[in-house]
């Protein structure tokens, strides 16, 4: 059984566990990251289950070869607002608005 790596730099809600079931019919354009959906359900370990990041994916990394050098301009940081109502619109998942944050992490699969 191999193990596979992917790195993501989010803007978006931390949460332990979600408030509903992760594999849902309704939930799979968040999960598979369809092409029209800006909103995305990343679990940082399907080994260990820590949890999930909610929210935009400013940048992806590959499994071969990792994160490359990405700018992410200051405009994209600056979107606290606009993520917060997708969430809760979407995902129907309170949260305000200083519980979103910038996340770098790997998803270990």
Do not use: C
């Amino acid at each position: 059984m191999g193990v596979e790596r992917s790195e993501y730099v989010m803007i978006g809600l931390y949460l332990k566990e979600l408030p509903f079931d992760y594999w849902a019919d309704e939930y799979l354009r968040y999960i598979e990251g369809w092409a029209e959906e800006t909103l995305s359900i990343i679990p940082i370990s399907n080994i260990t289950g820590e949890g999930y990041v909610i929210g935009r994916v400013l940048v992806q990394g590959d499994s071969y070869a990792g994160l490359e050098l990405t700018e992410i301009d200051s405009d994209d940081l600056v979107m606290d607002s606009e993520v917060l109502k997708e969430i809760e619109e979407k995902l129907k998942i309170s949260a305000v608005e200083e519980e979103i944050r910038l996340y770098a992490f790997s998803h270990w699969s």
